[in-house]
Structure formats: structure tokens, C-alpha cells
């Protein structure tokens, strides 16, 4: 079954508590991200992992760090939560890198930091 | 950056008619061409992508794609309330990412 799985679905934070947000694939993707997703704004990627300890920034890094240890997992931190983090995650994977593959969305991951 | 802009924000549709929806993008040697669906509380699902000139049918889905225009459109024949969604444009960049746009909500009125 292909599927992307993300933990947990929702999370209320106080500003200034770190978070931990984790997600995972069962098709042994390389390429895995982290976007998230605000009203009115398309999905704005965050981090991309082309495989274990291989990471880069996306458009919008700042505020976050990215930890990837085994294929098939790819956590978002945030260190100190700011209100302006309130926000959906979604994470995706990828069989390969670039724009012409499909990518496979976990359900998201609801924060709100207080 | 790549730009994307989609339009209308928000249709209302017939259950059976067609539904139009737009994306116009800023680059045109962008790479890709995708359409995603997103249901409430879900994450996207590609839909259909599109890489040259032209016009590609899937099932009761066609796009047309228009780069001297810079124009991507996507329509749905005989749309049913199960096509109710948000749908997302998104366009390959030059550095081989997709950049998103900020959707148009579809709702299919039985």
C-alpha cells in the first residue's frame, strides 16, 4: 500500500515550546519533503531530503530544522514556536527528485501555537 | 521566481456540466505541469501532468497547455459532487521544483 503517514494529525503548542512533527513512507522513496500550507497561499516547501542525511533548504527554512535517519522517516522541528507557525504541514515523498515526479501527500498535520 | 495564478478563487458547477479552471505561470520554459486535488482534511492527489505543447485527456479530464501564453487550463467533463475539491495548479522551476498555486475551490451542485 502506498501511503504517507504523518504524526500527529493535530497540536496546540504555547509559543516557545518546541515541536516535534513526524512522518513517515512505505514506498522507499529517495526524495521526501516538507511543506506547509496557509489560506489564500499555495504549498510553500519548507525542506527537501534527497536521502538519509542528505537535506536541503526550500523557499521557506527559517524557524525549522529537518532530521532525516532512515529512508522511510522524515521529522520537522521547531525550535521555540512562534505563533506565525501556526500552520498545516503536509509532508510528500517522491520516487526521484524533480519536478516531473508525482508526489504523495500525507493527510497534514494541524499546529497552533498560543 | 516562478509565479503561479489561479483563477476563478472559488466555481460552482451543475452536477453533469463541464468545469473550467485556470493557471497561468511566469516562466515559460517551466519543466512540468501538474494538477493536484485536494478534499477537505486531506492532503493533495496528483491528478494529471503535462509537459509539451498541446492537449492530454485522461479519463473525464483534459488539459491544455499553452506556453506562449503562459496558460494551463484543466477541465472535468460531466462533473459530479465527488469532484468537489480544492484543486491546485502546480508548475516545475527552474531548479526542478514545484511551485504552488493557491487553488481553486470547485463545489458541484447536484
Known amino acids: 500500500d502506498m501511503k504517507v503517514t504523518q504524526m500527529p494529525r493535530y497540536l496546540i503548542k504555547r509559543m516557545g515550546e518546541n515541536v516535534l512533527l513526524e512522518c513517515g513512507q512505505d514506498?522507499?522513496?529517495?526524495?521526501m519533503y516538507w511543506y506547509r500550507q496557509d489560506p489564500g497561499l499555495g504549498l510553500q516547501l519548507i525542506y527537501i531530503s534527497y536521502d538519509v542525511d542528505s537535506n536541503s533548504e526550500g523557499d521557506i527554512p527559517k524557524g525549522y530544522r529537518v532530521s532525516r535517519k532512515k529512508r522511510e522517516h522524515f521529522s520537522l522541528i521547531l525550535d521555540s514556536a512562534k505563533t506565525n507557525q501556526t500552520s498545516v504541514y503536509f509532508c510528500?515523498?517522491?520516487?526521484?527528485?524533480?519536478?516531473?515526479?508525482?508526489?504523495?501527500f500525507g493527510e497534514g498535520s494541524r499546529l497552533i501555537v498560543v | 521566481q516562478e509565479k503561479v495564478q489561479q483563477s476563478p478563487e472559488s466555481l460552482i458547477v451543475p452536477e453533469g456540466a463541464m468545469s473550467s479552471l485556470n493557471c497561468t505561470f511566469s516562466n515559460s520554459a517551466s519543466q512540468s505541469i501538474w494538477w493536484y486535488q485536494q478534499h477537505p482534511g486531506k492532503g493533495p492527489e496528483a491528478l494529471i501532468s503535462i509537459f509539451s505543447n498541446g492537449n492530454k485527456k485522461e479519463g473525464r479530464l483534459t488539459v491544455y497547455l499553452n506556453r506562449a501564453s503562459l496558460h494551463v487550463s484543466l477541465h472535468i467533463r460531466d462533473s459530479q459532487p465527488s469532484d468537489s475539491a480544492v484543486y491546485l495548479c502546480?508548475?516545475?522551476?527552474?531548479?526542478?521544483?514545484?511551485?504552488w498555486g493557491s487553488g481553486t475551490k470547485l463545489i458541484i451542485k447536484p
Open positions: 510528500a515523498s517522491s520516487l526521484g527528485q524533480g519536478a516531473g515526479n508525482t508526489l504523495y
Open positions: 514506498m522507499s522513496h529517495e526524495t
Open positions: 502546480a508548475v516545475g522551476d527552474s531548479n526542478y521544483q514545484l511551485i
